[in-house]
């Protein structure tokens, strides 16, 4: 069984923020934006940024997804993968999407900044 909102103590509910979120109501999944109190507040990115609230008990936390952003508010780190220079496809590639036994060559070939 998952843990809810509900389950966690303030430290890690402050952490929460920025996850993507299950809420029984909502359709789609949601991010965590804050608390005010058991009672969590979220935006719903693909409906209009539409934002709302949920009892702390009924919200689920995602861990199993990467951040939508850092609880401060700042993007998760990572890359753009340009599809091996042909541009026909970017994506985001974050820390979370590396598998464990990623050699660490290969991901300090992808993660060096740019000049």
């Known amino acids: 069984m998952s843990r809810t909102f509900a389950d966690m103590t303030p430290a890690e509910r402050a952490e929460?923020?920025?996850r993507w979120a299950?809420?029984?109501?909502?359709?789609?999944?949601?991010?965590?934006?804050?608390?005010e109190g058991a009672t969590v507040r979220w935006v719903d990115p693909g409906h209009s940024q539409r934002w709302g609230m949920s009892p702390g008990s009924s919200t689920t936390p995602r861990f199993d997804l990467p951040r939508a952003w850092t609880p401060s508010g700042e993007p998760v780190?990572?890359?753009?993968?340009?599809d091996n220079?042909?541009?026909?496809?970017?994506?985001f590639q974050s820390e979370w999407e590396w598998k464990p036994d990623t050699p660490q060559?290969?991901?300090?070939?992808?993660?060096?900044?740019?000049?």
Do not use: F, S, Y
Not at 77 to 82: E, F, S
Not at 85 to 91: T, W
Not at 105 to 115: A, G, S
């Open 77 to 82: 780190p990572g890359t753009w993968d340009d």
């Open 105 to 115: 060559h290969i991901i300090d070939q992808h993660t060096k900044e740019t000049p």
């Open 22 to 35: 299950t809420v029984p109501t909502e359709r789609r999944l949601v991010i965590i934006t804050g608390a």
């Open 16 to 18: 929460c923020v920025g």
């Open 85 to 91: 220079g042909h541009n026909l496809m970017r994506r």
